[in-house]
Structure formats: C-alpha cells, structure tokens
C-alpha cells in the first residue's frame, strides 16, 4: 500500500469524527500559537529595547558614579556622589583621552512642575550644550541649552514634547512662557523635536536645564548623576573606556582599580544585558507555552488510544485481510501526525495573527522570523510521531482473532 | 491442497490447561467442498483459525498449498492470508462507512495490485455476486445478505487457494442463507476450493464432504 493511498485513508478516518478531530487538534493549536506568539513578541520587544537604546546616541559610553567598596560592602550603583562637573571637564579638556568626542556631564531627578493651573511629574536633567550632541537632541523651535545659561546658572528650559502636551495641551507653543519647578521660575527657550519614544527614560517627557542650575537652584547638589560620553568611533569604545578608566581612577587617586568608585558602561554592554534580559524573558514564556503543547500531544495520544479501543475489529479484519504490522502502524501513526500536522499549520497561523493584533496594540515592532515556522512544523511532527508511537504500536501488534472476537 | 497432520491447540489460561484441538490430522484436496461441523467447544473455531493462518497451533504441522504455514512469522502469515486465503465471516466484517466497492479493493491494496487494476476486479466480483447496482453504498446502506455477498467479492479477489467460511449463514434468514449457499456451490463448480464450518445440518448439505469434531478430535469424515 502506497503511502500517498495511507494518507488519504487516514484523512478519510479523521474526517468521519469530525468533533473528536477538532477538539485534539485544538491542544495542538493552541500549544503552537502560544509559543509562536511568545517568540515572535519576545523577538519584538527585544528588537524594541534595542532600538530604543541605539536611539539615546551611538558610540556611547556612560560613567556613573558609585559601586565603591569598602571591604567585602559595597554599595549600590548610583548612591555615591563621587562623581562631579569638574570630572567631565578634565575627561573633556585630558590630553591623555584621546578618543572622545563630547563629554555630556548630566544630572537627573524627578520634580514636580507646575505650568499654570497644569501640573506633572517629570525627569528633569541638568545639561550642557554637549548633551545634544552626544544623545542626538535636536529642538523643533527655540533653541538647546547653551554653554552661556551653564555659565551664568540661567533658570531657563527647553521641554520635551510630551511635556509641553501635558503642561500646555497639544499643538501649543510655549516659548517665552514660564514654568515652576520646584517653586523657582524658569523661562521656557526651546522645545525638543520628538524622537517617539516609549517605556523606560523616554526622551519626549523630559526638561532640561542648565546643568549648573539643576545643581545649584533645584535640587542642591555638587554631584553629577552622570556623565555620557561619545566616542570618536566604534572601534575605539574600548579604548576610550580604559583611557577614560585610567584618567578617572588617577583623578579619584585611587590605585587599585577594583576600588574605583564609578563604572563605566558601554552602550554594547547595556544593549548586551537588556537583549539577555528580554531573551531569558522570552525562553521562559516559551517554556510555558511549550508545556501546553505537550499536554496537546498527551491529548492527541489519549485521542489515538480511544481509536485504537473503538476500532478493535476493524484493525483485526485488516490484519486478517492481510496487512502486515507496518501498514497498520504507518496507518495509525499517519493519523496523529495528520492530526497534529494540521494542528501545527493552524497553530502557526493563528500564532502569527494573535503577535500582529498584540504587537499592533502595544506599539511594538512586528517580527516573525522563518525558525519559528520551522519549528512550529518540526515540534507538531515529532509530536505526532512520539505521542502516536505507542497507540500505532498496540494497534500492529493486536493478534488477529482476539481483535475479531472483540465486541 | 490442506494437510493437516497431528495439529493440537492447548490454551492456557494460568493454571488451567483447555485441549481445543487434539491430534487432528486431515487432507484436502484441490476443488474440494468440506463442512466442518460440531456442536459448540468441539474445536471447529479453533481449527478454522489455524487453517486461516490467524492462530497457530501448539502441535504438529500444517501445510498450505505446500508450504508449512506453522513455522511462519507474523508478516508472513499476514501475506499468506492475503495471497491464499479468502475469508468469509458470520458477521460479515465489512468496513463500517466505506462503500462495497473500496471495502472489496482492501485485500488487493495489501496485495500490491495497481490501482485500476483493483477497481476493475473489485467490479468484476461485485457484479458476479449480483450487486453492480450496489457498488457505491456504504456497507450500513446494505442488508445482511448482500454484506456478505459483498465480503464473498472480498474473499475471491486475490484469486485465493481456499476459501473460508465461517458460519457464513449464521447471520442471515434462511432464505438469504440459501441464496448465499447458491454463490459458494457455483463457485465450488467452477473450481474453488471451500472450507466452511457450520452446525447447521442443512447447510452442511451443500457441502462434498463433512468432517464432524467432537472435544477436539475428528468423530466423523463422511461424504455427502
């Protein structure tokens, strides 16, 4: 017997209990469509993060202060004031760095800002003109902070455009106009172009000021909370980070470099951890879902035992007939692969609608790659033939009168 | 043709030994038509399944058209089945939903005969047992008698060496049982070799030759 014939008996089979039939191959369906879902939003939003990251600059290198040590304590990343505007100016000004670009020394807290009878809660961020540089900041209208508002500790601002929305409403222009933060008054001269951001320190919802005066007026402080670096090309960000390391290492004087009391991150190496990040994220959503597709295959063998039960003297008869141990196993198992096979395809498809609707809802970048097909074919395959195996089995091996007497 | 000689069947069943066959020894020849009768437990159930290849005995030998059909295995008894022996049940045993047409093609597909080559034959037998006009009904759409006209087209396409049938009439009124008897006398005329097992002595009747059992052991093997 052919298997092509095999195939479109088995089909035949499986289209007279229509009900049964739907209701295995859903296990499989689902099974499939949640892992090809939590795959491809997995893939998305770590595409997501990356472009995010990419978008706060290139070659960016980012020293924070803290992480000091003393003895086995040490402290968390970011507690310590250890870093000041005098650093990123000797970082600027060294003749020993001769890899850097522009040196934006920031400081950045949440207040409170009043506009009018308009309030919110935003990221403000003391800057110097080097800030628009080294995060590609560019403004719509007005103009960016400059060298002279840090110098004379002016109490102007430039907002995002997601603040002037808020403060101001949509399609506004603010120039000119002031805002409260923190009961000081600041004059607003610019406002920044969108970059569309979302999630963690979207750019759009941010104010900045004048480095100096988010020291001294706003928030009272002599540190900075970090300094963003620009490196004069990608295949030095190495070498900046140790000529950079060095430099801050001697200027702190400290000599043994696991002492140091600031880190210094590459934009590689935060994209590196946030891909690990949303990527364990991903295996482990997987790996649920994959546990609904094997309860799926645990269905579709229950499902081919029952067969197996119902259809006693139908395989003694074959048998009788003369089908030979392999007809029947090839039959039986052709039966679940054909179930979870079509489960497999619907699964996919179903799979890949459920990741455009969810992607489409929470602005994420849609991706499905080609492996996540494959593998959606090649599991739903294997679960065919290893929950199929042992029905298919006890069907060949039934003896021939003892299934012809079954009643 | 059939040779038969020493064969025993011992069931066991745990502890308990059941004698279904005991030293049976018997030929038959080429074109014969043979009734194995018996009153139930004589062993004729037995024996019919281990002259169809579907059980093998406990003792002795049995030779099929020349070949010792006890020292096969499972896919070589399953080839002897097709190739040599035509089966005709009580129940019928048709395959439920499937149309008369393909149900007679299932033997030849285990067979390895080409596709049209079965639909031709398959229509061919259909016709000879009287149903060309029932071809495409589902064996449930078909009465008791033409089930098993249609399950005699089955046994004869493989152009087998003997055909068996077991209780062929059992299921059937007696009218419809005659005209089935009818189809197994011509075909025996025209050349085929029959073993059928029956206790009814009327359909016994139709046979040459009846080989009566009793516990296990052959009590009679007349002519008729």
Do not use: C
């Not at chain 1, 060294?94 to 522009?102: E, F, G, L, W, Y």
């Not at chain 1, 400059?146 to 110098?151: E, K, N, S």
């Not at chain 2, 030994?17 to 014969?32: P, W």
């Amino acid at each position: 017997m052919e298997l092509k014939e095999l195939f479109l008996e088995s089909l035949g089979t499986l289209t007279l209990n229509k009900m049964r039939t739907g209701l295995a191959t859903l296990g499989i369906i689902i099974g499939i469509g949640s892992v090809i879902t939590l795959i491809s939003l997995g893939q998305a939003s770590q595409k997501s993060v990356q472009n995010q990251i990419q978008s706060l600059g290139s070659n960016l290198l980012t020293v924070m202060p803290g992480a000091q040590r003393s003895g086995n304590v040490r402290s968390a990343t970011g507690t310590i004031t250890s870093l000041t505007y005098d650093d990123a100016k000797a970082i600027a000004s060294s003749a020993q760095i001769t890899t850097v670009k522009n040196v934006s020394p920031e400081f950045s807290r949440r207040a409170q800002v009043v506009a009018g009878r308009n309030n919110t809660n935003t990221q403000i961020i003391g800057v110097t003109p080097a800030y628009a540089e080294v995060r590609k900041v560019s403004v719509s209208s007005g103009s960016f902070i400059t060298q002279r508002d840090v110098d004379a500790v002016d109490k102007v601002a430039v907002l995002g455009p997601q603040v002037v929305i808020d403060l101001f409403g949509k399609g506004a222009s603010p120039l000119g106009q002031s805002i409260r933060i923190s009961s000081q008054s600041f004059r607003i001269v610019g406002v920044t172009t969108s970059k569309g951001g979302s999630g963690f320190q979207n750019q759009d919802d941010m104010i900045f000021v004048p480095l100096t005066t988010a020291q001294k007026i706003i928030f009272g402080a002599t540190n900075i909370s970090s300094i963003s670096i620009e490196a004069k090309s990608a295949e030095v960000m190495t070498q900046a980070q140790d000529q950079i390391g060095y430099f801050l290492l001697a200027r702190h004087r400290l000599d043994d470099p696991s002492l140091a009391d600031f880190s210094i991150l590459s934009q590689n190496d935060i994209l590196s951890t946030a891909s690990s990040v949303t990527s364990t994220f991903t295996a482990l959503l997987s790996g649920i879902a994959a546990i609904s597709l094997i309860v799926g295959g645990i269905g579709i063998m229950n499902i081919m035992l029952v067969t197996v039960t119902e259809r006693t003297r139908e395989i003694g008869l074959r048998k009788a007939l003369g089908a030979k141990k392999k007809v029947i196993t090839y039959q039986f198992l052709l039966e679940s692969i054909i179930l979870t096979g079509a489960g497999g395809i619907l699964g996919m498809v179903f799979g890949v609608l459920a990741s455009l609707i969810i992607a489409h809802f929470i602005g994420l970048p849609f991706a499905i790659s080609p492996s996540s097909i494959g593998l959606a074919i090649g599991v739903s395959g294997i679960i065919g033939i290893l929950f199929g195996w042992y029905p298919a089995n006890k069907a060949a091996n039934l003896q021939p009168i003892e299934a012809l007497r079954y009643e | 043709m059939i040779k038969v000689k020493h064969l025993s069947k011992i069931y066991r069943n745990d502890s308990v030994e059941t004698v279904a066959l005991d030293d049976v020894s018997f030929e038959v020849s080429q074109g014969e038509f043979v009734a194995i009768m018996g009153p139930s437990g004589s062993g004729k159930s037995t024996l019919m399944h281990i002259l169809g290849a579907l059980d093998t005995s406990t003792a002795g030998s049995y030779f099929l058209d020349g070949e010792d059909v006890s020292k096969l295995n499972d896919d070589e008894l399953a080839d002897i089945r097709n190739k040599k022996i035509g089966f005709v049940f009580q129940a019928y045993n048709l395959l439920p939903r499937t149309t008369a047409l393909k149900n007679v093609m299932v033997p030849m597909s285990y067979g390895g005969i080409p596709k049209e080559e079965r639909l031709k034959k398959a229509k061919e037998y259909l016709r000879m047992v009287g149903l060309e006009d029932r071809m495409d009904h589902t064996s449930n759409q078909l009465s008791g008698g033409q089930q098993q006209r249609v399950a005699i087209a089955r046994a004869l396409t493989m152009n087998p060496k003997i055909i068996l049938a077991d209780e062929p009439t059992g299921n059937l009124a007696t009218v419809q049982g005659l005209e089935i008897m009818e189809i197994f006398k011509k075909l025996n005329k025209e050349g085929h070799t029959i073993v059928m097992i029956t206790h009814e002595l009327n359909i016994a009747k139709f046979a040459k030759r009846i080989i009566t059992l009793r516990d296990g052991k052959i009590a009679e093997d007349r002519k008729n």
